[in-house]
């Protein structure tokens, strides 16, 4: 087990073979007698109390799992819409966030980054208060006056740097899984990506909050949405081949991971 | 001096537990995941003939602290029963070695100097704990968590929550719908085809 990694490949490749090499019987009882792994194993836990819980290690989670798995009745759907939005990314989003990075500085990039955050506090501001979270209100409504004035219509964080106040995500689809619905289906929404029937719901709730959505006329609201969407997206470029890359069945890692996600900020 | 002896040797057997009773997760984890950095930051890796030693270095120091047995019992669920022990041990070896190809690759590729910061350590009865760190990076920060157990007084680490999602659930949920159609020895062979190319890949791109 304390071999190098390189080693102990090839080394798990020759148990393989052997394994799966048809030998006699008796071989695998020897293999097995003098193998460290049935008798003790190094890293085993052999504290009661965790080995207690550990016979329940099988079902652990098992309300997740389920979670999980149940309901996703849009499969044929959302498979089009993953291949859809993975091509997207490839061809299109990729090399534009690319083009983007590489002629605008980071402080630049960080800076519009800033900008759009600030802007859209009225979606985390409301929905902190629609699920109650009184002090984290405040937080967001100090956030917005620092950075609007001392920093410069929300160009630079000021209210992190100096005030230590981090904003706090909420959004709509949050707001209605504090207040009880289920997520329901998972969907996967053509440039958006992963969602829920409720977190759909949830963005189009919050588009009412989002200055943006005011502007006219129409077309110069999606430029600046264009905008946004790319310098975000220059800032996230290898995240998602990196996710792909650890998957062995990427469409169910991105649904687990989002579902997880969802529930993890919906309890927070 | 019988009685000298013998406070002696109460004073040893106690003392000694009582230093590793008093391991704190946090403190268990922390030399090791600096070790990493350090090995990450290390000029002399530079350039991509070294890229192999550094991963392997990498590799022995996180293999101290993490539980790959854990890991893979609990990334498996209850299909852990389908496998026979030798199954089992190939397994484990080959998922530990997927996941530190993978995380090694990303790792390495996207580090730029980060430190991580040990935020809070949260105990759950005597023998789990989750260590809370994250990892501040140019314009976000990325919160990780640790779940870990103890053994024999020391914190072995069996689940890394990025960002909210377990990374043993999130296996858990793919090797379900994978071994509902196919055989262990089929999703070794999956595991281990992913190897293959992530190393014909960094092959490629060195």
Known sequence: ???????????????????????????????????????EHSMESDNPEFQEEDSDYLYEDEEDETQSYASDPLKPFNDVMFHFNDKLYFWVLKPIGRGYRAIMPDAIRIGIQNFFVNLSTPIRFVNCLLQAKGDDAGNEFTRLVTNTTVGFLGFWDQAKAHQHLDKKEEDFGQTLGVWGVESGWYIILPFLGPSTLRDSAGRLGDMFLDPLYYLEPAELSLEIWAVDKTNDISFRIGDYETIKEAALDPYESIRDGYLQMRAKKVSQ | MRYSILAAAI???????????????????RGPIEQVISILKDPKYNGSAMKEQQRMEIMAVIKKIFSFYEISKRALGRNWNKFNIQQR?????????????????????????????????????????????????????IPLDYRTFSKKGEWYIYDVIIEGVSLVTNYRTQFGKILGKESPDELIERLRKKIVEQREQDKTTS
């Open chain 1, 1 to 39: 087990m304390n071999s190098a990694a390189g080693v102990s490949l090839a080394q798990s490749a020759k148990d393989f073979k052997e394994a799966s090499s048809g030998l006699p019987p008796h071989f695998h009882a020897k293999a097995e007698s003098t193998n460290h792994y049935s008798s």
């Open chain 2, 11 to 29: 004073f040893l057997i106690l003392g000694g537990s009582f230093s590793a009773g008093a391991a704190e997760p946090m403190d268990d984890l």
């Open chain 2, 89 to 141: 041990q190939v397994f484990e070896e080959t998922f530990a070695d997927f996941l530190g190809y993978t995380y090694f690759k990303k790792v390495r590729d996207s580090y730029q100097g980060e430190n991580v910061v040990f935020l809070s350590q949260e105990k759950i009865g005597d023998a789990k704990a989750v260590v809370k760190t994250k990892i501040p990076r140019k314009n976000n920060e």
